[in-house]
């Protein structure tokens, strides 16, 4: 497959991609990393990246939102460079999993909250209903319990839940997420992914999913990969693929979510 192909067939005429690469090259210290990539993501797709170690799908992640800036080609968001982007809370971004230092300070709730603060209100102040989305996402995480402790001291899965609702809070339209589920139990594993495709189903957000577990990227995304990256494989749901969106609140149909799981009637 050619580098420079669209992940869509069709060059979209009346939708603007969501995400929006074009010869994207990137090295450290002179070792490329990321060779001329192109591609393109509709509103709605569910994107995999997938890749061996160190085949540069974190650092394609990073771009992308902005944390590394390419050598060169260009990167858009949401129809806009990523330079000037400034629309973060409409992105949701969970990092590659790093264990904190314990004695980090911060609370489960000061995290979450602070998934509100785009990068220019860092000092907003918080108000009732930051209190009241902040619930939601906790209760969707089911970690409301673990609001006041500190994040420090949670194991691994408890601090990825905090980090995705955290994402969460702000009802991204964009989630990327980097192997969230490293280092959590296979039950909780296969909860999250059940997660994840319910909002993708019953919701209007674009995913683009980092992770090694191909058997959840097969079954969900096809067989085979839409695009090949050099080492990094895209594997595709399209929007269209999907029934219409349910509109409605993302924190309280998670709620209902957990709540069908607590009575049984989703498995997990
Ligand atoms: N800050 C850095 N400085 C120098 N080299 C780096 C840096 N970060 C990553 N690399 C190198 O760039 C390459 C791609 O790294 P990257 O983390 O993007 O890979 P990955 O596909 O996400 O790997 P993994 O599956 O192991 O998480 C690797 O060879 C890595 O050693």
């Not at 001329?36 to 890749?51: A, H, K, P, Y």
């Not at 060169?72 to 971004?93: A, N, P, T």
């Not at 709730?109 to 930051?130: H, I, Q």
Request: glycine share 8%; net charge neutral.
């Amino acid at each position: 497959m050619p580098n420079n192909q669209a992940l869509q067939t069709v060059q979209p005429f009346c939708h603007q991609p969501i995400i929006e690469l074009n010869d994207v090259c990137f090295s450290y210290q002179q070792k490329p990393v990321i060779e001329d990539v192109s591609f393109f993501v509709q509103e709605r797709d569910f994107v995999g990246v997938i890749g061996s170690n160190g085949a540069g799908k974190t650092t394609l992640l990073r771009m992308i939102v902005g944390l590394l800036t390419p050598d060169s080609g260009s990167i858009k968001l949401f129809g806009q460079s990523v330079q000037q982007f400034r629309d973060w809370s409409k992105v949701g971004y969970v990092p590659q999993k790093n264990s904190l230092n314990p004695l980090f300070p911060a609370t489960v709730r000061e995290v979450v909250l602070s998934g509100l603060y785009s990068r220019n209100k860092l000092f907003k102040r918080v108000t009732k209903s930051d209190q009241i989305k902040c619930d939601e996402a906790l209760h969707a995480m089911k970690i409301e319990d673990l609001a006041g402790k500190r994040i420090g001291q949670l194991s691994g899965g408890q601090q990825q839940r905090v980090f995705l609702a955290r994402a969460l809070i702000n009802n991204p339209a964009l989630l990327i997420l980097d192997e969230p589920t490293v280092g959590i139990d296979s039950e909780t594993q296969e909860g999250f992914f059940h997660l994840i495709k319910h909002m993708h189903q019953h919701h209007n957000i674009t995913f683009l999913l980092v992770s090694h577990d191909m058997d959840m990227i097969r079954s969900y995304l096809g067989q085979e990969p839409k695009r090949e990256c050099g080492k990094i494989k895209l594997y595709v749901k399209h929007s269209h693929d999907l029934e219409d969106c349910v509109e409605t609140n993302l924190t309280h149909s998670l709620k209902e979510l957990r709540h069908s799981m607590e009575r049984g009637k989703v498995g997990v």
